[in-house]
Nanobody, 126 residues
Framework: QVQLVESGGGSVQAGGSLRLSCAAS????????MGWFRQAPGKEREGVAS???????MYADSVKGRFTISKDNAKNTLYLRMNSLKPEDTAMYYC????????????????????WGQGTQVTVSS
């Protein structure tokens, strides 16, 4: 079955960087859309970045220019490089997979995503 396992979270000071990883299994990784989401306490889960089959990416306005999503099809791993971190980036970060075996067009809405990891915590202090 589909399995997504995030890692790489931690505590950093504002201005610092982290790289999140999401190891995927149970599906043909190269032909799907994947995304990173985050949820802070008391807030709704929001899309941060997405990448599709062709490597086309999409970012939330709040992270454009600071975060980079990428994937390594050979390793079945999704990444999120986060630079210039701000306290407002503090949240639990989740990776997710859009339903189906093939997908084009990155997307940040949660409705199309059918499989989720357990999350990794990112805490940014000022």
């Amino acid at each position: 079955q589909v399995q997504l396992v995030e890692s790489g979270g931690g505590s950093v000071q504002a201005g610092g960087s982290l790289r999140l990883s999401c190891a995927a299994s149970g599906f043909t990784y190269s032909s799907v859309c994947m995304g990173w989401f985050r949820q802070a306490p008391g807030k709704e889960r929001e899309g941060v970045a997405s990448i599709d089959t062709f490597g086309i990416t999409m970012y939330a306005d709040s992270v454009k220019g600071r975060f980079t999503i990428s994937k390594d099809n050979a390793k079945n791993t999704l990444y999120l490089r986060m630079n210039s971190l701000k306290p407002e980036d503090t949240a639990m970060y989740y990776c997710a997979k859009v339903g189906g075996s093939w997908c084009s067009g990155p997307r940040l809405g949660t409705d199309d995503y059918r499989a989720w990891g357990q999350g990794t915590q990112v805490t940014v202090s000022s």
